[in-house]
T-cell receptor, first 112, second 114 residues
Framework: QQQVKQSPQSLIVQKGGISIINCAYE??????FPWYQQFPGKGPALLIA?????SEKKEGRFTISFNKSAKQFSLHIMDSQPGDSATYFC???????????FGKGTRLHILP | DTEVTQTPKHLVMGMTNKKSLKCEQH?????MYWYKQKAKKPPELMFV???????INESVPSRFSPECPNSSLLNLHLHALQPEDSALYLC?????????????FGDGTRLSIL
């Protein structure tokens, strides 16, 4: 019940296209859903996060869509750029544990 | 540049060596974390310090010993490590120890055990 399932494992998108990464969770106590972006040789950087009281959050080209009833959330990257090529981790936290549960990650490659 | 600073960036050590990893943040955060990350895997939580006290130890072997000298500093002391301990060690901090707070990561120490 503590898992966060992330898909796809890898994704190739043309420059200017939309990149979509999906995550699903089971624990209804989760109340915070961040996305992290990690470049090679760097630590994960918080990209955008959402709480379950809203269904969508947008920051620039990055949008989180959240479906509480389906226990799913997704990251959309509009107008994808080669500089967006990185590994993306979805995560979830809340409830009794002071832990963030990470998805397994998606390696995104944007073709120039 | 991240607001969580980790040193050294790279470390190579033998299995009998003793070394320490250091982490520093000046954001006034009261929770600090150590994670281990293997290639192509998500970070795995090792330890959590909440208000300078160890609050979570994820059954980490005793060859890893954390220390929090003050609210800005976090150390990880290493002794008698094994080759499988080679990984990227990440430090993170958050304003409070509740898991629904953003965690800010450093760029890690790349550790290689010979």
């Amino acid at each position: 019940q503590q898992q966060v399932k992330q898909s796809p494992q890898s994704l190739i998108v043309q420059k200017g296209g939309i990149s979509i990464i999906n995550c699903a969770y089971e624990n209804t106590a989760f109340d915070y859903f961040p996305w992290y972006q990690q470049f090679p040789g760097k630590g994960p950087a918080l990209l955008i996060a959402i709480r379950p009281d809203v269904s969508e959050k947008k920051e620039g080209r990055f949008t989180i869509s959240f479906n509480k009833s389906a226990k799913q959330f997704s990251l959309h990257i509009m107008d994808s750029q080669p500089g967006d090529s990185a590994t993306y981790f979805c995560a979830a936290s809340g409830g009794r544990d002071d832990k963030i549960i990470f998805g397994k990650g998606t390696r995104l490659h944007i073709l120039p | 540049d991240t607001e969580v600073t980790q040193t050294p960036k790279h470390l190579v050590m033998g299995m009998t060596n003793k070394k320490s990893l250091k982490c520093e943040q000046h954001m006034g955060h009261r929770a600090m974390y150590w994670y281990k990350q293997k290639a192509k895997k998500p970070p795995e939580l090792m330890f959590v310090y909440s208000y300078e006290k160890l609050s979570i130890n994820e059954s980490v072997p005793s060859r890893f010993s954390p220390e929090c000298p003050n609210s800005s500093l976090l150390n990880l002391h290493l002794h008698a490590l094994q080759p499988e301990d080679s990984a990227l060690y990440l430090c993170a901090s958050s304003a409070s120890p509740y898991s629904n707070q953003p965690q800010h990561f450093g760029d890690g120490t790349r550790l290689s055990i010979l």
